[in-house]
């Protein structure tokens, strides 16, 4: 008979004593079903607004982040990422995971920039799911509220009599400030002076500075500082008046029509976000945008409630880059 090392022995010993309470265990570990993922969302979820801060978009987004946020059981973080008419923003949106963690405010410009630059860094429709159009704006002409520009007829004498030398101030290349501004000057044939800057609040604050003449920002930027008596409306290039201010006229009223345009707010995650993530985020700001606080809280601010399902706002989105483009052939404005 063979004698066993002390080795063997402790082998066997070891052996012994743990697989009948191992096998049981590894019989558990086979049988469990894969962990489930964790329900939607169960993090905060980041909001990317590619404007600045303060601006119609900007302020939008955080009436709705506050709203939203205990409708789906996570706050929602407004990130600011400004500049190239919205194109930085909307680029690091593009490039970010499909899982439902980074929203993007998708504005007027997503569209506009198709056209506008020759290389924006994102295809507006293939690089998106566009959840739903939130809300619109109209565009206002605006001056100083000490300027001698007192009427649209004041000023349209100011730039004929100063052709391509009065100054306006835009949100930045292919804004809507940009492209509806360009709408008035060829419909009225007139020209002025282009000065661009980084976002209506920009915008705004250069001709309260009276660093420029004139300008047409959305009217969500304006409307706070036309209430409180800095700056003065002569128009709204819109196709009615505008409820928060229904003293101010339409351009068409006053004789200068086909200027009308109007800036758009939208909710749109980067393609291959799943359907389910999708519908959440959907039902979610649908019922926050039903809320009379929120929907007060835009008008306010110069905004409205104008939800449009997916289908719809795609379709809006088409439109605005086919507008865009025969807007620029109109006015000879080249790719940048």
Known sequence: MNTLSRRQLLARAMGTALLPSFLPMAGALAARPALAQAPYPSRPVKWLVPYLAATGPDIAARILAEAVGPLLGQPIVI???????GNIGTRVAAKSPADGYTLLYTGTPLAANMH????????ALKDFRHIMRLSSSDVGLVVHADSDI?????LLARLKANPGQVDYAS????TPSHLGMEQFLSATRTKAMHVPYKGASELVNAILGHQVAFGMPIFAAAHPMIKAGKLRALAIAGPRRNPVAPQVPTLTELGVPGVELTSWGGLSVPAGTPDAVVNAI?????EALRQPAVIAALQENGGLVDVRDSASFVQNIRQEMQLTEAMMKKVGLQPI
Do not use: M, Q, V, W
Not at 79 to 85: C, D, I, P, V, Y
Not at 171 to 174: N, R
């Open 79 to 85: 990130e600011n990422r400004a500049g190239a008419a």
């Open 171 to 174: 949100g930045g290349i292919g």
């Open 116 to 123: 506008i630059y020759k290389n924006p860094g994102y295809d």
């Open 150 to 154: 007192r009427t649209l007829d004041d």
């Open 282 to 286: 959907y039902k979610a700001f649908s």
